[in-house]
């Protein structure tokens, strides 16, 4: 629970990364779609750090600090927060399997006769920094339970994408490279365990071990975030607070202020001109499209409510199912996983990439449109009702 209310502290903070994000975007669109396309391709695609163009720099390195804090936040979770216990756990995991499973199912339906089938795992996931910083503009309409709910809900979301990323995005694996980077994890568990080793710099330089091994072993990279996740200690042995702490508040600022914009900047030039793409692989576009902004909200409201009449899953006391619906229609942002996604899924065609791009950021604007909408007319309605009752006093 403890986490979680940290969450709740530092909610401003979300919704000032949530708004960097979308400068980041927007600049970067702006840009893609104007004389500057030329100069900003060049930075982007020929500009190198460490032999690494920008965007592979950005995409696999820098966003192993990312998945690095995905992973202490699911761990946390596990052992102390929302997915400490069955009952806890029960209600949001439900909502994310089914936000998960129905938006794959209408990508597949548009998309099972195609050779864009690899491409459900895109419109599956929610981004967590997007989706609390548009709750936190809605904050005044929306149940406050409903926070707790949604950052639960983004944290399973990342876990089922990061299953996904390790089973069907390994291919060729060098099982020497994977077998040294299983015992460099052995050591740091080692350390974590017996040694009750607590320096910050030797977990960071073996997790640095841990992505080079891991490049190698032609497993994605960022992985190795979530493995060096798992090696770092949860409880404090000599020191009022655990490392598992100390980073995830040293590194929250940094991913969310610094990582997560740059990788916006990077991956969201997209050229608007998409007519030719679009005539040729519509059902790609649709699919990605309508899986996130119809999918997410149906799988994550049926499912909740399904299982929740049938008595398998509790409820949260006061939380509604209004606020299920609203938390479920912002969670079809899918942005920085789902785009994560697109460039695993279609490296190989820039256009595709592209049009997979198009369609994520159509959806969010779309999850944007869809929430304003609800609340507008529910409170519309409310007022009348209200109206309706002074009238008769």
């Not at 994408?161 to 060729?172: D, E, P």
């Not at 499912?303 to 619906?325: A, C, E, I, R």
């Not at 065609?349 to 950021?361: P, Q, R, T």
Request: charge should be positive; charged fraction near 15%; hydrophobic fraction near 50%.
């Amino acid at each position: 629970m403890k986490n979680f209310e940290r969450y709740k502290r530092s909610m401003k903070s979300e919704a000032l990364s949530s708004i960097l994000l979308l400068v980041c975007t927007i600049s970067a669109l702006s840009i893609a779609n104007s004389s500057f396309e030329g100069l900003y391709n060049r930075i982007i695609f020929d500009n190198h750090f460490f032999k690494f163009p920008l965007n592979e720099f950005i995409n696999d390195f820098l966003m192993f600090f990312f998945f690095l804090n995905v992973g202490l936040e699911i761990k946390e979770n596990i052992l102390f927060g929302n997915l400490s216990s069955i009952k806890k756990a029960s209600f949001p995991v439900i909502g994310s399997i089914g936000g998960v499973i129905v938006p794959a199912i209408i990508f597949l339906l548009f998309n099972h006769s195609t050779d864009y089938i690899n491409g459900f795992c895109i419109p599956i996931s929610t981004d967590i920094a997007f989706a609390v910083g548009i709750f936190y503009i809605f904050k005044n309409h929306i149940n406050p339970q409903a926070r707790l709910f949604l950052l639960t809900l983004a944290v399973v979301d990342d876990l089922i994408s990061i299953l996904v990323i390790a089973i069907f995005f390994t291919q060729n694996i060098n099982t020497t490279y994977l077998f040294i980077a299983i015992l460099v994890m052995i050591m740091l568990i080692i350390a974590n365990k017996i040694f009750h080793i607590e320096n910050i710099p030797y977990y960071i330089f073996g997790g640095l071990v841990l992505w080079y091994l891991i490049n190698c072993s032609n497993v994605h990279p960022t992985i190795s975030g979530i493995l060096l996740a798992i090696c770092i200690p949860a409880t404090p042995y000599k020191n009022k607070k655990s490392v598992l702490e100390i980073l995830q508040e040293n590194l929250s600022p940094f991913t969310n202020f610094i990582v997560i914009p740059l990788f916006a900047f990077v991956n969201s030039g997209v050229s608007l001109d998409i007519t030719t793409n679009l005539q040729s692989s519509e059902r790609l576009y649709y699919g990605i499209l309508l899986g996130l902004s119809v999918g997410k909200p149906l799988g994550i409201t049926l499912f909740t409510y399904v299982f929740s009449k049938l008595k398998l899953v509790s409820k949260p006391k006061g939380l509604d199912f209004y606020s299920v619906f609203l938390v479920s229609l912002i969670a079809g942002i899918g942005f920085t996983m789902s785009i994560f996604m697109c460039e695993l899924t279609f490296s190989y065609d820039f256009e595709l990439v592209n049009l997979c791009k198009f369609a994520i950021l159509s959806a969010c604007l779309c999850s944007v449109i869809l929430t304003s909408a609800f609340i507008f007319v529910n409170e519309f309605f409310k007022s009348k009702k209200h109206s309706f009752r002074f009238a008769q006093k």
